[in-house]
């Protein structure tokens, strides 16, 4: 065996010694893990028993053929309907989260795949998935000899704004398979989780009357309630006591600007190892330097994967905001600013291509939306970042230059008489000083 990998083992059984020693100043880890169910829920009670009226008439021969659970991101949703499910032992249930699919032939193969470990292909359609899924519950039932189901379809955003298909569709074939088979004795009910109300998408009568009115509205978590979250947790995971600012500090940083209690959680996880790496108590610097990494990291993976026009997009609203220092900007203005940086090799998405992007970066975490009314011009909707835009130029370091000389050059209409624009005011976060200026400045992806 040569030195050199002598030398090699040791150093790495000394890096390994290091991250156990760092390891032990946790209590319990785990207790920091936002994707596992929880032992206990704190606060939600009310949201706990409006649930439980909802679906707890299984015991009596009798489910809604769908209950819609909307609310915000990180406001419980999804961690308080699985620990619902997860302790009524009699029922049945088929969990499946419909990001990992845009299309509503994907989102049956993802159900079909929970409920017997296997898919179809593309080529046998939707009509054959449905089929098999119906087939697939009950056999389900039938091996776990109970005769209630639960389909949990969690981000069922992923599928209601698929433009290529037909949510309604899919969302029919789903509620006349339970139709059918509450006439084999099978009860059967879907449980949507979802940013928005189900009724509000765009969806056909034939749907919307078959669903009842079984809905549940999530508000935010208060920051109270997230530091309460954050003190049960820290008292648990972490040997040290966290001083009550630094939970405070926590919660402002994600109820402020995220309102996301899963954010609250790895914010203080990630600032508790800052502060173990440098053998420190947990300060307001570690949490601030958390945020700043966070932010970062997650930005940085997104852009990573995401398909061209996209980035375009971000790029776009990160330069808008940099440079005009306003953080709102309507679709149209985002468009207009989006076509004149696309470079002449590339094809135009058009307008309603671009609003479809801003929904999806909302929906991803990457953009926050607003509508607005505009008196005589109607309305409008808005966009703002959910992160500092320096973090988008530094995805764009060489574009990021001619960011800060554009911050230089921009000059507002309303201090620049000699200049005469379009009055529109969808528009007036990209004024510069002069047409001409601007067009050199903007220059191309």
Known sequence: MFLVEQMHKRKFQKLLKKEIDRMTAFKDQSYFDTLSAPKKILGREDKIQELLGMIVGYKKNFVPPLVSVYGRSGSGKSTLVKFVLDNLPDISTCIVNLRKSKTIFGASNLILEELQGKTITNSNGLNKAIENVESAIVQKLEHEKKNTLFILLDEADSILNDKRGNPSDFFYKLLTIIEDLKKQNYLVSIITISNNLFDQYNLDDRVKSRIGNNHILFDPYSKDEIVDILKEI????????????????????????????????????????????????????????????????????????????????????????????????????????????????????????????????????????????????????????????????????????????????????????????????????????????????????
């Open 234 to 445: 820290s008292d648990k995971a972490l040997h040290e006591k966290v001083d009550l600012p630094i939970l405070q500090q926590c919660a402002h940083l994600s109820s402020s600007i995220h309102g996301d209690a899963r954010r609250a959680i790895d914010l203080l996880h990630s600032a508790a190892k800052l502060a173990i790496k440098e053998n420190q108590p947990i300060s307001k610097d570690h949490v601030a330097q958390a945020n700043d990494l966070l932010d970062s990291d997650f930005v940085l993976q997104f852009l990573k994967t995401a398909p061209y026009h996209m980035k375009v997009i971000c790029y776009v609203i990160g330069q808008s905001t940099f440079v005009s220092g306003k953080q709102w900007h309507y679709t149209s203005a985002i468009e207009k600013v989006y076509s004149n940086v696309l470079p002449e090799d590339k094809k135009n998405l058009g307008y309603r291509r671009v609003s479809d992007l801003l929904n999806e970066l909302a929906q991803a975490g990457i953009l926050e939306s607003s509508t607005k009314t505009l008196g005589r011009y109607g309305s409008g909707k808005m966009y703002r970042l959910k992160f500092p835009a320096d973090i988008i130029g530094k995805y764009f370091p060489e574009k990021f230059v001619l960011w800060e000389q554009m911050k230089n050059e921009y000059y507002s209409v309303n201090h620049d008489p000699d200049v005469k624009y379009n009055r529109d005011p969808r528009l007036k976060f990209d004024r510069f000083e002069g047409i001409k200026k601007y067009q050199e400045l903007l220059g191309q992806f």
